[in-house]
């Protein structure tokens, strides 16, 4: 069983800057950990997962987007640089067991609750 709990939402002026994080607790060596985001009347996208030791990101959000992972504190991160308003979202933390393909939101099996992101012009 994982557990993830985000934080680090908030509001922020366009061109402006969050980090998020996603604290969790478990066996998450066992996993692939995931961002996804949720715009109000849209469906859950991803945003950035870690595989393989490499990390990839959705074309949206490459070159403003950075995640990362401290195993020590058992937290994954992503850093928001150069934040638009179409980033406004519910920001999600998911993991996905490994031997999965982990390639769509159905193989991510375990979720935080969300943090909300809201970038205003």
């Known amino acids: 069983q994982v557990q993830l709990v985000e934080s680090g939402g908030g509001l922020v002026q366009a061109g402006g800057s969050l980090r998020l994080s996603c604290a969790a607790s478990?066996?998450?060596?066992?996993?692939?950990m995931g961002w996804f985001r949720q715009a109000p009347g849209k469906e859950r996208e991803f945003v950035a997962t870690m595989r393989g030791g490499s990390i990839y990101y959705s074309d949206s959000v490459s070159s403003r987007f950075t995640s990362s992972r401290d195993n020590a504190k058992n937290t994954l991160y992503l850093q928001m640089n150069s934040l638009k308003p179409e980033d406004t979202a519910v920001y999600y933390c998911?993991?996905?067991?490994?031997?999965?393909?982990?390639?769509?939101?159905?193989?991510?099996?375990?979720w935080g609750q969300g943090t909300q992101v809201t970038v205003y012009s």
């Open positions: 478990g066996p998450t060596f066992s996993y692939v």
């Open positions: 998911a993991a996905c067991r490994y031997g999965s393909s982990c390639s769509t939101i159905s193989d991510y099996v375990y």
